[in-house]
């Protein structure tokens, strides 16, 4: 049985996965035309690459369709309940950095932190009728976070994309989501709460506890050692 290791299908994380196994002796490659994914893999035996989008890569990890899969650690955090129970860390990778943060509208002058954000969301609902949106697709996380920090009368809002104008569009009052630079969150009028930081985001290569591993299991040792890893207990 193969070892099978699930990466993300294109984009910058494909490209930085690649770079980060090649310059550790594994060459990995797209096979077939660019819409195919499929792939290949040199320098280890007994290895299959199964081209995913990062999004999927948490739920095939979870039911052991793959043995190792690279994603986004949020991704895996919010995806996966008791996360660390299906899935273990083999390696932070160092690139795909992104936090996942709270923001509000910049004209917000009195709301800077999770504190003044509960009493916003209060008198939000007192004068509204209706609890404070926040828009996000990181539905676990936020909802733990907040909750851990005591903001209450908000209610979370789906967004699968383009988060940071559901405020402008009326859609939501604030958004969770991910950002590296902040950029796109000051053009669209909007601050990160100075508390905010939920989680630090970036690729990881993790293994799944629930795979067949009792072929896979010589062929990780060997991966391991080519890659300089400790072995995890699976």
């Keep these: 049985m193969m070892l099978k290791i699930g990466v993300p299908s294109k984009g910058r994380l494909m490209e930085k996965t690649f770079d980060w196994f ?3 002796g594994v060459t990995m490659r797209q096979t077939g035309a660019e819409r195919e994914y499929s792939g290949a893999v040199e320098g280890v035996e007994g290895v299959e690459l199964v081209m995913l989008s990062a999004g999927e890569i948490p739920r095939e990890l979870a039911a052991g369709r793959i043995h190792l899969g690279v994603t986004g650690s949020d991704l895996v955090r919010d995806k996966l309940a008791d996360w660390n129970l299906q ?6 990778l160092g690139f795909g950095h992104a936090d996942l943060i709270i923001a509000v509208p910049a004209v917000w002058i009195d709301v800077d932190t999770l504190d003044d954000l509960d009493a916003a969301a209060a008198a939000f609902r007192a ?3 209706f609890r404070l949106r926040i828009a996000t697709k990181y539905h676990r996380l936020v909802r733990e976070f907040l909750t851990a920090n005591g903001v209450a009368d908000y209610q979370l809002v789906d967004s699968q994309g383009a988060t940071e104008g559901t405020v402008k569009n009326l859609t939501a009052e604030a958004i969770a989501d991910i950002t590296s630079t902040g950029e796109t969150l000051r053009a669209n009028h909007l601050k990160i709460l ?4 939920i989680h630090q985001s970036q690729a990881t290569l993790f293994a799944s506890r629930s795979a067949d591993w009792t072929v896979a299991d010589a062929t990780l040792a060997a991966l391991c050692d080519k890659l ?3 072995r995890v207990k699976l």
């Design 194 to 197: 100075g508390d905010s930081v």
């Design 228 to 230: 300089g890893l400790a």
């Design 22 to 24: 090649g310059a550790r």
């Design 127 to 129: 004068k509204h009728g």
């Design 87 to 92: 899935v273990a860390e083999l390696a932070l």
